[in-house]
């Protein structure tokens, strides 16, 4: 299986990335998309990319540092994307919960992002918090300019921007969150989306799932939220680990599986 979010380049991986990488591959992690969080980031996540063959990097700036990205550009983004281990946009989008940049900073970044991914053709992958509807519409106005594939990731939000992300043709990934005791709307989400739209990811090193939870995520952690979520659909694991597994590369055109030819 995939796991189609992880933040490998920063300090809580520094020490032993190499066993983390070891123990994901054991436990049948077929492959990682790095994420890059801050633009000037971006050569630290691919490098990670390029030197392991089971991994693909993003190119973007969360939106919480999206006050120190007031410069970054459409161009900008596009040119980076031309390295050959880039397969998304973002993570980007709006985070209204933690405020640590003003909304009006978080939406001009967002379109920046849009703009790119309507360029490259590359899937745009959101974080949104507290700002479910202000998403959508941006999403909705951008895909009528200029279709572009996306991405909902680690969702944790309601049923309508799920439902017209899912209209516009994308996706929704779930996470760790998704096993906690609490999370009982996450799950009405997983329930609702359909089997091909659903990808799976740790977002590690944060969100570690039942039984890990507290403790530092990692990739191979993914196989207890696919677990969790393959008895929550009714579904043999094994089945949705294919599921999941071919939603991937649906999505992610440009990416291959480790030994394919390009």
């Given at each position: 299986?995939?796991?189609?979010?992880?933040?490998?380049?920063?300090?809580?991986f520094a020490?032993?990335?190499?066993?983390?990488?070891?123990?994901?591959?054991?436990?049948?992690?077929?492959?990682?998309?790095?994420?890059?969080?801050?633009?000037?980031?971006?050569?630290?996540?691919?490098?990670?990319?390029?030197?392991?063959?089971?991994?693909?990097?993003?190119?973007?700036?969360?939106?919480?540092?999206?006050?120190?990205?007031?410069?970054?550009?459409?161009?900008?983004?596009?040119?980076?994307?031309?390295?050959?281990?880039?397969?998304?946009?973002?993570?980007?989008?709006?985070?209204?919960?933690?405020?640590?940049?003003?909304?009006?900073?978080?939406?001009?970044?967002?379109?920046?992002?849009?703009?790119?991914?309507?360029?490259?053709?590359?899937?745009?992958?959101?974080?949104?918090?507290?700002?479910?509807?202000?998403?959508?519409?941006?999403?909705?106005?951008?895909?009528?300019?200029?279709?572009?594939?996306?991405?909902?990731?680690?969702?944790?939000?309601?049923?309508?921007?799920?439902?017209?992300?899912?209209?516009?043709?994308?996706?929704?990934?779930?996470?760790?969150?998704?096993?906690?005791?609490?999370?009982?709307?996450?799950?009405?989400?997983?329930?609702?989306?359909?089997?091909?739209?659903?990808?799976?990811?740790?977002?590690?090193?944060?969100?570690?799932?039942?039984?890990?939870?507290?403790?530092?995520?990692?990739?191979?952690?993914?196989?207890?939220?696919?677990?969790?979520?393959?008895?929550?659909?009714?579904?043999?694991?094994?089945?949705?680990?294919?599921?999941?597994?071919?939603?991937?590369?649906?999505?992610?055109?440009?990416?291959k599986p480790?030994?394919?030819?390009?």
């Amino acid at each position: 299986m995939i796991d189609s979010h992880v933040n490998l380049h920063g300090e809580a991986f520094a020490a032993d990335l190499p066993e983390v990488l070891a123990r994901s591959r054991a436990a049948g992690i077929s492959g990682c998309l790095a994420i890059c969080d801050r633009f000037e980031n971006f050569p630290l996540v691919a490098a990670i990319a390029h030197r392991e063959p089971d991994i693909w990097a993003s190119v973007g700036a969360h939106p919480h540092y999206a006050k120190d990205h007031q410069g970054l550009t459409t161009a900008d983004l596009v040119n980076a994307a031309r390295n050959d281990k880039v397969i998304g946009i973002g993570e980007t989008g709006l985070d209204q919960y933690y405020g640590h940049s003003s909304i009006e900073d978080q939406v001009r970044l967002f379109s920046t992002h849009l703009r790119a991914a309507q360029t490259t053709g590359l899937p745009v992958i959101v974080h949104t918090r507290e700002a479910d509807q202000l998403t959508a519409d941006m999403l909705e106005a951008a895909f009528a300019e200029k279709p572009f594939p996306i991405l909902l990731h680690c969702y944790t939000g309601r049923a309508e921007l799920a439902a017209r992300a899912l209209a516009l043709g994308g996706y929704v990934s779930f996470s760790g969150i998704a096993t906690f005791k609490n999370a009982h709307d996450v799950r009405a989400i997983a329930e609702m989306v359909p089997l091909d739209r659903i990808l799976i990811e740790t977002d590690c090193p944060y969100l570690a799932p039942v039984p890990f939870r507290g403790r530092r995520c990692e990739p191979a952690h993914l196989v207890h939220t696919a677990q969790f979520l393959a008895r929550l659909k009714g579904v043999e694991p094994e089945l949705f680990a294919q599921a999941t597994t071919a939603n991937f590369f649906r999505l992610f055109a440009r990416a291959k599986p480790a030994g394919a030819s390009s």
